[in-house]
């Protein structure tokens, strides 16, 4: 794997992450960009013991643009973008929008941290699910870099790897990318799972992140594919119509501690869910797709690396909205049964990955 960094012409990193060696990504810089925004603040709701931040700036970020002006699409002749090479396989840049930023904030607690965005691919008009298996090992290649050096900072406590598509749950820009946010803290939703892996330790001993993987795979009927290293399915309190989880069979604590074999069986996998999803309703899905790490530094005896994914659409035409209940109270209602949605996952009829 070829890895080319390069500095962008308001000091942004940019990272290169290429299968072929001679993949020439030298291409500087040439705009005149105006000075990176002020960093976020971070304020502390203690009613909810969790922390919430204000980054202001972003109200003016890129929103929805014209194709010909895409970001995120390679520099062209009269036409320069984020990435300045005429073409790239994956690349990833420091957010010119950053939610966390690693400069210190004029006033308040300093947002610290790191927002990168990754593109997966050079083509506009293509989507993850369209990637081939080898072009996801890159993908990964770099989520896994990003999370071992994010990581290494002191100030960072928890890397985030995620894919938000589709205008339904809120994308600012087309073109398919995903993103990485680097915490200044650990985040709620991984904080209740660590309290509630550590309360069963405490009380027998075993690990309960792999008691449910194990459950599920003896079970059967929650499961909507697996391979060697990795099994997928519905969990059994789902929150979303259609969410499915993905855990390796060995507990790692992040992307960055797979073994090869690990990341090349998870490509093909991957590709054949999100097919899944997209014929759910024959059209593309909304999703969200999350990898849940364990902290940089505490409890990473207790994490055990998995992506969730789901969609926001639960019929055709049909989305799933964080109403009342699930809004005000965080008590979720859903509407399909898990093993429902697993039994229709399972059954539909989609291309092998190749």
């Given amino acids: ?10 000091g942004r990193g940019l990272l290169y992450f290429d299968r072929r060696d001679d993949a020439d990504r030298t291409a500087p810089d040439t705009r005149s960009l105006p000075p990176r925004p002020p960093a976020s603040q971070v304020r502390y709701d203690s009613l909810l013991a969790e922390w919430v931040t204000f980054a202001t700036h972003r109200q003016d970020r890129t929103f ?25 396989e994956v690349a990833v840049f420091e957010n010119r929008f950053p939610s966390y930023s690693p400069r210190a904030s004029d006033g308040g607690s300093p947002g610290l941290g790191h927002c990168e965005v990754v593109c997966f691919t050079s083509d506009h008009d293509s989507s993850f699910a369209a990637l081939t298996p080898s072009h996801v090992g890159t993908v990964m290649e770099a989520w896994a870099d990003r999370t071992a050096e994010l990581s290494a900072l002191g100030y960072v406590e928890q890397v985030f790897c995620f894919e938000n598509r589709g205008e339904e749950i809120g994308v600012t820009l087309a073109h398919p990318h995903g993103q990485i946010y680097a915490y200044p803290f650990v985040t709620p939703r991984t904080r209740r799972m660590l309290d509630s892996a550590r309360a069963h330790r405490d009380r ?25 290293h990795w099994t997928a399915f519905v969990p059994a309190a789902a929150r979303w119509p259609y969410e499915v989880h993905v855990y390796p069979h060995r507990k790692v604590p992040d992307l960055a501690a797979l073994r090869d074999g690990e990341r090349a069986a998870f490509a093909p996998l991957y590709l054949d869910l999100l097919a899944r999803f997209d014929a759910l309703f024959d059209t593309a899905a909304p999703y969200i797709s999350a990898w849940h790490q364990a902290p940089t530094r505490a409890d990473r005896d207790l994490g055990y690396l998995h992506l969730q994914l789901f969609t926001s659409r639960r019929a055709p035409g049909r989305l799933k909205y964080l109403a009342g209940s699930e809004a005000a109270m965080g008590a979720f209602v859903n509407d399909v049964l898990p093993e429902d949605a697993a039994a229709r996952l399972r059954g539909l009829n989609v291309p092998v990955a190749r």
């Fill in 204 to 228: 027998t001993g075993r690990d309960l992140f792999g008691e449910v993987l194990a459950a599920e795979r003896a079970a059967r009927v929650r499961v909507v594919a697996a391979n060697d």
């Fill in 1 to 10: 794997m070829k890895r080319t960094s390069l500095q962008l012409s308001d």
């Fill in 64 to 88: 929805m643009p014209p194709s010909d002006q895409c970001p995120l699409c390679p520099s062209s002749s009269g036409r320069a973008s984020e990435i300045p090479a005429s073409g790239y």
